[in-house]
């Protein structure tokens, strides 16, 4: 016995679709993901995306903008996995260098300082070489410039 999926009216998915962008800020992509896995047709897809264009549940800037915040106050991410990962969520360039305004200089400088101290002082390895690249490894995963992460190793490993 095989499950049949729900299958929802254009109107219906309208509202679906509302409550899921209202609920958090999508993007494009996702919201397009979603419906597909509802069965929707392309047309009714577009039609679906321009109301919610309309009505601004869906604003590509306004996504970007609260992921770069977000993932940098919480997961402590570098600009080059936030690159990354907004690039995998098809958001424009010019939307990702106004969501980069996001984060001031001053403030991505005082964390990669803080996020490379407090991770030195949990790595217990001894060898100071196999140290380093723990800690190079770890920043550069997080998608810290290189030029920052190799200073910073050096200066904190000696």
Same mark, same amino acid.
């Given at each position: 016995?095989y499950?049949?999926?729900k ?18 800020e ?8 979603k419906?597909?896995?509802m ?15 309309q009505?601004?549940?869906l604003?590509e800037?306004r996504?970007?903008k609260a992921?770069?915040?977000? !993932?940098?106050?919480?997961?402590k991410?570098? %600009? @080059? ?7 995998? #969520? +098809?958001?424009?360039?010019a ?38 690249? !723990? ?6 995963? %997080? @998608? ?7 200073? #910073? +190793?050096?200066?904190l490993?000696?």
């Open positions: 016995m499950q049949t999926s299958t929802y009216t254009v109107e219906q998915a309208k509202r679906k679709l509302e409550h899921y962008c209202a609920y958090q999508r993007c494009h992509k996702e919201v397009q993901e419906l597909r896995g069965s929707m047709i392309p047309e009714a897809i577009d039609e679906i995306i321009v109301h919610l264009l009505h601004n549940f604003n800037e996504f970007a992921f770069v915040r977000g !993932k940098f106050n919480t997961k991410w570098g %600009r @080059g996995r936030l690159l990354t990962e907004l690039k995998r #969520k +098809a958001i424009s360039k939307n990702i260098d106004i969501a980069f305004k996001e984060i001031s200089d001053n403030d991505y400088i005082e964390t990669f300082n803080a996020l490379a101290e407090k991770r030195i002082a949990s790595i217990k390895e001894t060898d100071k070489y196999k140290k380093k690249k !723990k800690l190079i490894d770890y920043l550069l995963y %997080r @998608g810290w410039e290189s030029y920052l992460v190799f200073e #910073k +190793a050096n200066e490993i000696k």
